[in-house]
């Protein structure tokens, strides 16, 4: 069920036009500036693959904010580190072929962190996320009570209607944000 869900959400998602997906970003990015803006945030970015949503446009949004960006790195097959990021900085691919940090820029200590914004394929309205299928995220995300706010980041189109199959091991999210909303799903 996961293997076909992912690939439906994928191909639903590289389907959209180009110019829809600047656009959305831009919307969505304005969208989490608003919701986080008032104080001193340390926000981890990710890189987008797979014609995510582009939120590395956040930091032009909340310019003039005290806020810092953080990028993953994956440093093996089962582990990201975070690393401090400004517009501008090189990437280069990472074992993963994920445009990240270069190895030589120290990573600093996850428990800066007061947001963490979670890309995925789909997302449900219970907070379960459906990621590419090895773990970083949920790993990741595991090391984090609720001081940290975990926003899951999708275009609408990726909101499942039905519940997503899930297990012990993954991670919920507290909110969601699309081009369209931000979901608090925190509030019962």
Same mark, same amino acid.
């Given at each position: 069920?996961?293997?076909?869900? $992912?690939?439906?959400?994928?191909? +639903?998602?590289?389907?959209?036009?180009?110019?829809?997906?600047?656009? !959305? %970003?831009?919307?969505? /990015?304005?969208?989490?500036?608003?919701?986080?803006?008032?104080? =001193?945030? @340390?926000?981890?970015?990710?890189?987008?693959?797979?014609? =995510?949503?582009?939120?590395?446009?956040?930091?032009?949004?909340?310019?003039?904010?005290?806020? $810092?960006?953080?990028?993953?790195? /994956?440093?093996?097959?089962?582990?990201? +580190?975070?690393?401090?990021?400004? $517009?501008?900085?090189?990437?280069?691919?990472?074992?993963?072929?994920?445009?990240?940090?270069?190895?030589?820029?120290?990573?600093?200590?996850?428990? /800066?962190?007061?947001?963490?914004? *979670?890309?995925?394929?789909? !997302?449900?309205?219970?907070?379960?996320?459906?990621?590419?299928?090895?773990?970083?995220?949920? $790993? !990741?995300?595991?090391?984090?009570?609720?001081?940290?706010?975990? *926003?899951?980041?999708?275009?609408?189109?990726?909101? %499942?209607?039905?519940?997503?199959?899930?297990?012990?091991?993954? !991670?919920?999210?507290?909110?969601?944000? @699309? =081009?369209?909303?931000?979901?608090?799903?925190?509030? %019962?």
């Amino acid at each position: 069920m996961k293997h076909y869900l $992912r690939n439906r959400f994928l191909k +639903e998602r590289k389907g959209l036009k180009n110019r829809l997906n600047k656009k !959305f %970003s831009q919307r969505i /990015c304005s969208r989490l500036a608003s919701q986080l803006e008032g104080q =001193e945030q @340390h926000i981890l970015l990710y890189y987008p693959i797979r014609a =995510e949503p582009n939120v590395l446009l956040l930091e032009e949004h909340m310019k003039g904010s005290k806020s $810092r960006f953080y990028l993953p790195r /994956c440093v093996n097959n089962s582990e990201m +580190e975070i690393v401090p990021y400004k $517009r501008g900085d090189v990437l280069t691919p990472d074992h993963m072929k994920i445009p990240s940090l270069n190895k030589e820029i120290a990573a600093v200590e996850a428990d /800066c962190l007061t947001t963490i914004l *979670v890309p995925g394929l789909s !997302f449900d309205r219970d907070g379960h996320r459906l990621g590419y299928g090895k773990g970083y995220y949920d $790993r !990741f995300l595991a090391e984090f009570g609720a001081e940290v706010l975990k *926003v899951g980041v999708c275009f609408s189109f990726q909101m %499942s209607q039905k519940p997503l199959p899930s297990q012990k091991h993954d !991670f919920q999210i507290d909110s969601i944000c @699309h =081009e369209n909303a931000w979901l608090d799903l925190t509030q %019962s």
